[in-house]
C-alpha cells in the first residue's frame, strides 16, 4: 500500500544551524512530492514541489528538496535555520489521483 | 476572496447532535479538498471533488460523514451524530487542477465535542 513515512515527530535545532527533514515514501517510479509548512496559527502553504527534472527543487524561504528516486525519499534541507521556520512541516506524495500526506515533522528552533 | 475561506473558525457542540462546516474555495479553481487534522496527527484525507466527476469519498471514516459541493464551488462538510473522537480541525484546500497541483489551504474550522 501506498504510504509517506515523516520518521521524525521532533526535531530541534539551534538558529543558524542546518536542517534536514527525512520524507520517504512507497509509490511507484513516478510520484510528484510536496513540502508544504504550517505555521502556528496559519495554514499550511507549500514551500516547493516536484513533478519531473531536475531532482534539486528550490523553494521559498531558502528551502530546497533533493529526489532520491532509489532511496524512494525526498528530504527537505535548508543551510541555516531562522527562529521564525518553528512550523509543522509535511511532505506529501502521490501518483494519479493517489496523495498522501505525512504526519509531520514540529521543528524547534533554539535561540 | 483571494484565499480559501472556512466557516466557522470554531465550533463547540455537544455529542450527538449534528454539524456543517462551510469552505470557500479561490475561484476558478476546479478542485476542493477536505482534511482532518487532529491532534498531533498529520492531515487525513477525507473527500475530494474535481469538476463534475464523482466526489472520491474513499477517505471519509464513517457515514456519519458527508460532504456536497455545490455549482462547483462552495463545499459543505456534514458531520451527523457527532462523537468525542470527531474533535479535530478540519481543514479545506482547493486547487487550479486536480490531484498533483498546488493546494491552497484555508484556515480550518477546530470543531469540539463535548
Known amino acids: 500500500a501506498q504510504s509517506v513515512t515523516q520518521p521524525d515527530i521532533h526535531i530541534t535545532v539551534s538558529e543558524g544551524a542546518s536542517l534536514e527533514l527525512r520524507c520517504n515514501y512507497s509509490?511507484?517510479?513516478?510520484?510528484?512530492l510536496f513540502w508544504y509548512v504550517q505555521s502556528p496559527g496559519q495554514g499550511l502553504q507549500l514551500l516547493l514541489k516536484?513533478?519531473?527534472?531536475?531532482?534539486l527543487v528550490q523553494g521559498i524561504k531558502g528551502f530546497e528538496a533533493e529526489f532520491k528516486r532509489s532511496q524512494s525519499s525526498f528530504n527537505l534541507r535548508k543551510p541555516s535555520v531562522h527562529w521564525s521556520d518553528a512550523a509543522e512541516y509535511f511532505c506529501?506524495?502521490?501518483?494519479?489521483?493517489?496523495?498522501?500526506f505525512g504526519a509531520g515533522t514540529r521543528l524547534t528552533v533554539k535561540p | 476572496g483571494a484565499g480559501v475561506s472556512q466557516s466557522p473558525s470554531n465550533k463547540v457542540t455537544e455529542k450527538g447532535k449534528d454539524v456543517e462546516l462551510r469552505c470557500d474555495p479561490i475561484?476558478?479553481?476546479?478542485?476542493l479538498y477536505w482534511y482532518r487534522q487532529s491532534l498531533g496527527q498529520g492531515l487525513e484525507f477525507l473527500i475530494y471533488?474535481?469538476?463534475?466527476?464523482?466526489?472520491?469519498k474513499s477517505g471519509l471514516p464513517s457515514d456519519r460523514f458527508s460532504a456536497e459541493r455545490t455549482g462547483g464551488s462552495v463545499s459543505t462538510l456534514t458531520i451527523q451524530r457527532t462523537q468525542q473522537e470527531d474533535s479535530a480541525v478540519y481543514l479545506c484546500?482547493?486547487?487550479?487542477?486536480?490531484?498533483?497541483?498546488?493546494?491552497?489551504f484555508g484556515p480550518g474550522t477546530r470543531l469540539t465535542v463535548l
Open positions: 484546500a482547493s486547487s487550479f487542477l486536480g490531484l498533483g497541483d498546488e493546494q491552497f
Open positions: 509509490y511507484g517510479a513516478t510520484p510528484y
Open positions: 516536484y513533478f519531473s527534472g531536475d531532482t
Open positions: 506529501a506524495v502521490g501518483e494519479g489521483n493517489d496523495m498522501r
Open positions: 475561484s476558478g479553481h476546479t478542485a
Open positions: 471533488f474535481q469538476g463534475n466527476s464523482a466526489p472520491d
